[in-house]
């Protein structure tokens, strides 16, 4: 059984242990006080230290071992998790700070082994740490700019990108949150070249996705399909480079918290028309892309005075007063438009405001009042 020689393995490394700050203690006693130990009495204690420590090594050999192997796992899964240039980057800051550290050992040799191991340990993580935050800084120092040749004119036509259509390579990264995703308009935003760069779907919110789209509610299950439909049509029929990010930043935190980091660590912007999640980003330094924000800037503004004609669907809150809503979900508010319910009306505008839900624009009818239907 494992059991068995993982204690032995553990006892000897705690033998060892003993026997090296036995050794040391020893060192420091016969420096310390005016006569040395005897030689028996110096075999008796560093034979005790070696037996005590070998005896806690096998003892606590099962919880040892335990925690070395979850430890060994976890940092293999990040490892393998990490995409290959972070590895790279990662290996070679690590060996930059062990050969600092190997410069500083003669200055740190006084201080003893463990003081020496402890640096050694500190500047291969820092250096780990720093290179591998560092990567993209780099990968523009090594990466040569490759010379621009003119391309024949078929080459060039065939190279340029359909009209309405920004580069599929330029921009920095979309980080594609799941509210973005079941609302269906980043297509709309692609096709049209509002929306460019890579766009990054990270494994979490594509099992959010299959989890409501499995959902046993009706409408949870359509709107999780329409999500993974919108994925296909924006890989397939659109052509977007789209990525599968399989990396974890935190694998306890959340879904929200996880795009936070991750289009933090990529440089890129996250796309959502979640409020929670736009001002969560915004307070930790990640650029956001709301897609509802950008509806409500792109509604057509009018001013006082402006004609239009709408159709007035419901009473409003005020005495008198009737709503009606434009093409974009825009309400009006028609000061004496109750007794014009169901017909179509034209109004003179009187004032707009811009609310936290969106734009509301107050108006009259035109005069004389013309209803056009029932």
């Known amino acids: 059984m494992l059991g068995g020689p993982a204690r032995w393995a ?3 490394v705690g033998a060892f242990a003993g026997f090296y700050v036995g050794l040391g203690w020893l060192g420091q006693l016969s420096r310390t006080y005016p006569l040395p130990l005897s030689a028996v009495a110096a075999t008796g204690l560093l034979v005790g230290m070696v037996v005590v420590a070998a005896l806690c090594g096998y ?5 040892l071992n335990r925690l070395a192997l979850l430890a060994w796992r976890r940092g293999m899964e990040r490892v393998v998790a990490l995409p290959g240039v972070d590895v790279l980057a990662g290996s070679m800051g690590a060996v930059f700070g062990l050969v600092a550290a ?4 003669p200055a740190l040799a006084p201080l003893g082994w463990p003081v020496q191991a402890v640096v050694s340990v500190a500047l291969g993580l820092l250096g780990w740490t720093v290179f591998v935050h560092k990567r993209a800084d780099w990968r523009r120092l090594w990466r040569a700019e490759p010379a621009v040749a003119a391309a024949p004119p078929e080459q060039e036509d ?11 390579v330029d921009g920095r990264p979309k980080v594609l949150d799941t509210s973005a995703i079941v609302d269906g308009r980043v297509t709309e935003l692609y096709r049209t070249g509002f929306l460019e760069g890579p766009v990054v779907v990270p494994n979490c919110v594509l099992d959010e996705l299959r989890h409501i789209a499995d959902s046993a ?4 299950r359509q709107r999780g399909r329409h999500g993974l439909e919108v994925l296909a049509m924006l890989q397939k029929e659109l052509g977007a480079p789209v990525r599968f ?3 974890d930043p935190d694998p306890t935190a959340e879904v929200d918290a996880k795009l936070v980091r991750l289009a933090r660590e990529l440089g890129g912007h996250v796309v959502t028309t979640d409020f929670n999640l ?3 980003a915004e307070l930790q330094g990640v650029s956001v892309l709301n897609v509802n924000a950008l509806a409500s800037a792109l509604r057509p503004r009018y001013l006082p005075g402006e004609e239009m004609t709408v159709r007035v669907v419901s009473p409003g809150k005020m005495p008198g007063q009737g709503l009606a809503y434009l093409e974009d979900g825009t309400m009006v508010v028609v000061d004496g438009g109750r007794r014009l319910i169901g017909g179509d009306v034209n109004i003179v505008v009187t004032s707009s405001v811009q609310t936290a839900q969106g734009r509301m624009i107050f108006g009259r009818p035109n005069q004389p009042a013309q209803v056009n239907g029932s």
């Open 59 to 63: 003892v606590l050999g099962p919880v």
């Open 278 to 280: 736009n001002k969560v």
């Open 10 to 12: 553990w006892a000897v």
């Open 217 to 220: 509610d009706e409408l949870r």
């Open 102 to 105: 190997l410069l500083l050992h």
């Open 245 to 247: 990010e399989a990396r």
């Open 158 to 168: 065939a190279a340029a990108p359909a009209p309405g259509r920004a580069a599929a």
